[in-house]
């Protein structure tokens, strides 16, 4: 039998028994938070997570054992407490929060929810239905060493959404195919030959030197026609007729591309100019200069490039057996044999550009935005979850300001950090403001009703099933019901009537979130211009792209940093790609605001109020 202890706030031990929460996740957070609640004292309890376990799942989610590899988490973590707590009603579901299953209804059965997801799309889903029932949330993630819980509640704090997300770091596309410079530049490179050569092919992805690189425009230097041999046949119909012999394509992508690159001489003024490289030429360095003190596992080692040659021919003819059978592979960091060509091809690649090569590890790490999880992390965060449960059950909500963990010592020699107050909502925020509205800038000419649907409205605003109305007009422009409106998908925002001034009533019955989206014109200028924008006020638009405006005028000033916004807010440990979401075994994070967030957070105040 398990009883509340007696260190708990006398109010909130009172609370406890007759509470009914619902866990969401039962990975790493998830089953450290269920082992919280049961030895404390909870007594109904539901637990949903569509994902089973993996045996990389068994060092740290302590809920499931190797007998359990392959079933459901949800499940197992159910018997695994009720082993342990037999006295608690416990139910669990192997599915996706996402179903329409757990709409507003379900939700409302539950005095508290508990976050433990791993991917945006999730978590804005929940987000969107605690605040539709009025429900304090809790929401927490880990990336690495690092960790955080907050606390969410309707018209108390702000939503998960009211500040925006840091989005995944991109690079442009001429320094990816043109003047790589860091190891990064050479791993994404190899990614996108991956695909071009066994993937989806994917236009954006070329890997062919960019004719149109605006640094390496002279006048009479290159002409439009002369394209050498980069772009006469599509690189998939080529790599057929050569029959993925390795020789050919090592030659093209690392020996001709490289010259015809060489001929843009603009690029190579100011950079060390690249060293194209013959196969057979790269089969006889066998040499690796560089001394490595200790490193004994050969994944981390530094190889010759002649073993990166041999590791490009023996993938290249694996990924060519596995695609015989399939209309195109799927670049995966758990697929040994595709780690290891894009390790091949980013080694060989950064020999050419003179770039410090990288170990297979390091590649495989870098190329699936890996971070290992850290149990301790997942077991802090999960105690702050636990104790903010029992703050909220009292309605203490001046207790549960946000709270950081951070690798190193913050503050005082501390590794937690709380926030001084709680976070106001963005009065701008289209999802917790009374009236949610955003205003997007796209040519009606051109969307799609089909772009504006997965691009606009699912991607961008995180709806699930959208039905989409034109105001004034009555015109059902998208239904969330099959076989309504496909007819519409093809046409573009203006064969619909919607122009610019259009007001468009978005509905989403999934998550009981309604939006009013007015539509305004625009027409991209520049190649690198988004196909579309959406801003809650277009007093915002018109700001930023001033800054812009200054910022490219006057290049040597320094933004002033707002110490709290940039160390705490624009650390974004929810960062798992939407796209692979569950399915991923290891977490994502935007490197360039991770690494700098330590040197920022000694600006937080620190009050760690930790007894309930
Ligand atoms: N839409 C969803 N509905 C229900 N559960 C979800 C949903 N999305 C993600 N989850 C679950 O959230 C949990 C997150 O836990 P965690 O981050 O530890 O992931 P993991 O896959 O177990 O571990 P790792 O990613 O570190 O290998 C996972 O068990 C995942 O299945
Ligand atoms: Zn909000």
Redo the contacts with the bound molecule.
């Keep these: 039998m398990t009883s509340v202890p007696d260190s708990i706030d006398p109010r909130a031990r009172e609370m406890i028994p007759k509470c009914k929460i619902l866990v ?8 450290e938070v269920l082992k919280n609640l049961a030895l404390s004292g909870f007594k109904d309890i539901e637990i ?4 089973t ?2 045996v ?2 068994l060092n ?2 302590f809920l499931f054992r190797k007998e359990h590899v392959g079933k459901p ?2 499940i197992v973590a159910r018997e695994s407490i009720l082993a342990h707590s037999p006295d608690i009603q416990i139910k669990a ?1 192997h ?5 329409s299953d757990y709409g507003l209804n379900f939700f409302r059965k539950f005095n508290l929810v508990l976050n ?4 945006r ?2 978590r804005n ?1 929940v987000n969107r239905l605690c605040l539709a029932a009025d429900l304090p949330l809790i929401e927490s ?2 990336a690495g060493y690092s960790g955080q819980v907050e606390f969410i509640k309707k018209g108390i704090t702000q939503c998960y959404e009211c500040q925006p997300k840091a989005t995944e770091k991109t690079f442009p596309g001429c320094t990816i195919r043109n003047t790589p410079s860091e190891p990064v530049h050479c791993i994404v490179w190899s990614k996108h030959l991956f695909n071009q050569l066994f993937g989806e092919e994917d236009p954006d992805q070329d890997v062919s030197p960019d004719m149109e690189d605006p640094e390496a425009k002279v006048e009479g230097q290159i002409s439009e026609t002369d394209t050498g041999n980069v772009k006469r046949l599509s690189t998939r119909e080529w790599i057929k007729e050569i029959d993925y012999d390795p020789e050919k394509l090592f030659n093209k992508f690392f020996f001709d591309d490289i010259n015809y690159l060489l001929k843009m001489a603009n690029l190579w003024k100011t950079r060390t100019a690249p060293k194209p490289l013959l196969y057979k030429d790269a089969e006889k360095m066998t040499k690796q200069e560089k001394v490595q003190d200790n490193v004994t596992i050969r994944e981390m080692q530094l190889l010759p490039i002649a073993e990166y040659v041999q590791m490009f021919r023996d993938s290249v003819a694996t990924l060519k057996q596995q695609l015989d059978n399939k209309n195109h592979l799927v670049w995966d960091k758990d697929d040994n044999i595709a780690v290891d060509f894009v390790a091949a091809c980013t080694n060989i690649r950064a020999q050419i550009f003179s770039i410090e090569p990288k170990s297979r590890f390091d590649i495989k790490s870098i190329a699936g935005n890996i971070i ?2 850290i149990a301790t992390a ?1 077991a802090i965060t999960a105690g702050l979850v636990v104790l903010f449960a029992f703050r909220l059950l009292v309605e203490q909500y001046e207790k549960c300001n946000f709270v950081y963990l951070r690798p190193k010592s913050i503050h005082s020699r501390n590794i937690l950090a709380a926030d001084t107050t709680l976070p106001k909502a963005n009065p701008n925020c289209y999802v917790c403001s009374p009236e949610p509205f955003v205003n997007v800038f796209v040519t009606v000419e051109k969307m799609t009703v089909l772009e504006f649907e997965s691009e606009v409205l699912k991607k961008h605003l995180n709806m699930i099933a959208p039905d989409v109305v034109l105001d004034g007009k009555g015109v059902v422009v998208i239904s969330s019901e099959e076989g309504e409106t496909e007819v519409n998908n093809s046409k573009s925002l203006s064969e619909l009537g919607i122009v610019d001034g259009s007001i468009l009533k978005c509905d989403d019955f999934v998550q009981n979130y309604s939006l009013t989206v007015a539509i305004n014109q625009y027409n991209p200028l520049e190649k690198d211009d988004p196909i579309f924008k959406v801003v809650a006020n277009p007093e915002d638009l018109k700001a930023k792209e001033e800054e812009v405006k200054n910022s490219k005028e006057d290049t040597t000033s320094v933004p002033e940093k707002d110490p709290v916004k940039v160390g705490i807010s624009q650390i974004d440990i929810n960062s ?1 790609d939407p796209q692979e ?7 994502k994070i935007e490197y360039a605001e991770a690494e700098d967030s330590d040197d920022d957070l000694t600006e937080v105040p620190v009050t760690i109020p930790m007894s309930p």
């Design positions: 969401i996740g039962a990975g790493g957070i998830g089953c949903i997570d569509l994902d376990i993996d990389s799942n740290r989610q988490k949800a579901y599915d996706s929060i996402l179903s433990a997801l791993d991917n799309t999730a889903h993630g880990t290992p999880a997942n798992e979401g569950p399915s991923c075994k290891k977490r």
